[in-house]
């Protein structure tokens, strides 16, 4: 069972390094790519500015050289430019947001700002009026610029909905499998349930005082209680049950004279009445598995006390015992289905007893404590109405 456990827990870390892997490859390379883009729009300024001053400084340009010196400026649509003087003064503006156009102090601001991002191309001429070309990222480069970023983002949801997706429809597909199995187990002890109980009216027609007949009795009812348990595994079960104490009590009592004597089995309750609605023969069934995986750790021999008390708006149930307790690992694993420490477990006591409390009771149940040779403590935390 551990081992399996273990390749699943490697086969989610490979899962994981995949995504991170998909994520930041697409992050990198549309960094790149935008890297890509933003030097060619420096390289279009560079040619832009060269045919601005071409056509300055030449006086009598043919008509061809004026022709692509036009083609040149007017290609420009999507680079946003601003064009001063060494006062400061605005000389031209290219591909500027309406609001500003009109507004000349706030285009020389605007230029500042853009001087902060790309440095400004200073244009030389020999007359000495030099002018200064300031340029920005086109509004089209500056929305991409947080593209990579979201990529990863949603690549990253795709994938976690996607795991989330697959494990609930595991999670589901495993829960019918076992309220079928659970189910079936029922039916297959209801027979000899029933012909057992027929010997037993037998029985008690000879001796019906004896204290085995007794005994028997008791047996037959608790095979009857666990296969009425089984038959609730995967049905909504009516919590008509209001009496805590006393269903912890008839647990108390029909399982202290069947664990071994040399267990110092106790019960702690309070002795007023706590009145929570349950189901008492589920109840029954996470307290017996917790008392009986107790005497399994202790060997048949120790101290298991098990306590029953309120807390704020919470029924506590606590089962502790001095057994050999449990490793971290075990611990994080001790509610998973399937995982067991015992050689011929099933792994299947602990899962079933977390699902009972936590989806039909409305509560939890945990490992409060444990340490390796000095046993643990389980709790079972109840909501009150």
Known sequence: MKKRSILSRLNNWFIFMLMTVVVIALVASSAILLNY??????????????????QQEVTTPSLEVQSLVLQIYSSNTTIPVIILDKNDQLIEVKNLPQEVQDHPEEIVQLAKKMAKKYPPIELEFSNGNNQFVYYDNSKVLNNLQYSPFLLGLFVLAYFLFSFWFLRTVKKTDEGYLWAGLAKETAHQIGTPLSSMMGWMEIMKLENPESDGVIEIEKDIERLRTISERFSKIGSVPELNDMDFNQTIQENYDYLKTRISKQVDFSLTMPNYIISVPHNRILISWVIENLVKNAVDAMKGKGTLQMSVFERNKNIL?????????????????????????????WGLGLSLAKRVVQEYHNGDIRISQTDIGKGTTFRIFIRKV
Do not use: H
């Open 317 to 345: 149930v606590e089962v502790k015992d001095n057994g050999s307790g449990m490793t971290k690992f075990q611990a994080q694993n001790a509610f998973k289905p399937g995982y067991s420490t015992k050689k011929r477990g």
């Open 37 to 54: 883009l933003r030097k060619e729009e420096v390289k279009r300024i560079d040619i832009f500015v060269s045919a601005i001053k071409f």
